[in-house]
């Protein structure tokens, strides 16, 4: 279904379900992605017509009822951090260690974006022109499709990929070599993303943290909708 009759919280439980693979109780398994990952243990996603959450497989069953009640509690609002931000912080870290606390916008494409610079997809056969930057990128090619680039000197300085996947969406993963930076490559090579998605009826997605402001700059600057915001706890 075409991002445009989706609600925001439609979209944010699709947003969930390409973040991370569940379980039969939609208990959080793993990060969805091919090389793993450790997964929070309490994900909490806010939209302006209502709210969702998960808990990891492991956490304790009189810890994560707790914690719904308080997600019950949560306002329908993305302005403002979750009400119960620092309860949850306190009951999760009395259980474990808290490693990481991470806060951000989910965005969705709904319209093409013409990129303005031309761009190529990325596969196993021309993944040497990755190199130079993006070596870290190499192993992903296969597993991250579609994977575009933009090009100057005959290697990649700006990429995106669908770095999580299920059949109704992707989410974007986005670099672009510290030279090459706010010079309009990474709306490029997004737009080229996207599109390509967008002509196979699946939804491009965007996340980020409210630390990163240019990656927010650049979701506007594409025309991507915030649907949402994310808070999640490992």
């Given at each position: 279904m075409p991002q445009s009759y989706l609600s925001p919280l439609e979209l944010m439980q699709r947003h969930i379900e390409a973040l991370y693979t569940h379980?039969?109780?939609k208990r959080i398994v793993a990060v969805n992605q091919?090389?793993?990952g450790v997964a929070p243990r309490f994900f909490l996603g806010r939209t302006s017509v209502g709210n969702a959450w998960r808990f990891r497989a492991d956490l304790p069953a009189d810890l994560a009822s707790e914690l719904e009640y308080l997600c019950l509690e949560e306002p329908e609002n993305l302005k403002q951090?979750?009400?119960h931000k620092d309860k949850y912080i306190q009951l999760l870290s009395a259980h474990l260690p808290i490693k990481q606390v991470w806060q951000g916008p989910?965005?969705?494409c709904s319209k093409p974006v013409e990129p303005s610079l031309p761009f190529l997809q990325i596969t196993e056969e021309n993944a040497y022109l990755l190199r130079g930057g993006f070596e870290d990128w190499l192993l992903d090619v296969p597993h991250r499709q579609p994977f575009m680039a933009v090009l100057?000197?005959?290697?990649?300085v700006s990429i995106c990929s669908s770095v999580r996947i299920t059949e109704l969406a992707h989410e974007a993963g986005v670099e672009t070599l510290t030279a090459y930076r706010r010079q309009g490559y990474a709306a490029n090579v997004v737009a080229g993303?996207?599109?390509t998605l967008l002509k196979?009826?699946?939804i491009p997605l965007y996340s980020t943290s409210w630390d990163n402001v240019a990656s927010q700059k650049l979701a506007k600057k594409l025309g991507f909708s915030q649907f949402g915001t994310?808070?999640?706890i490992t």
């Open positions: 379980d039969e109780n091919w090389d793993g951090e979750p009400r989910a965005y969705g100057e000197d005959d290697h990649a993303w996207a599109n196979k009826k699946i994310d808070f999640h």
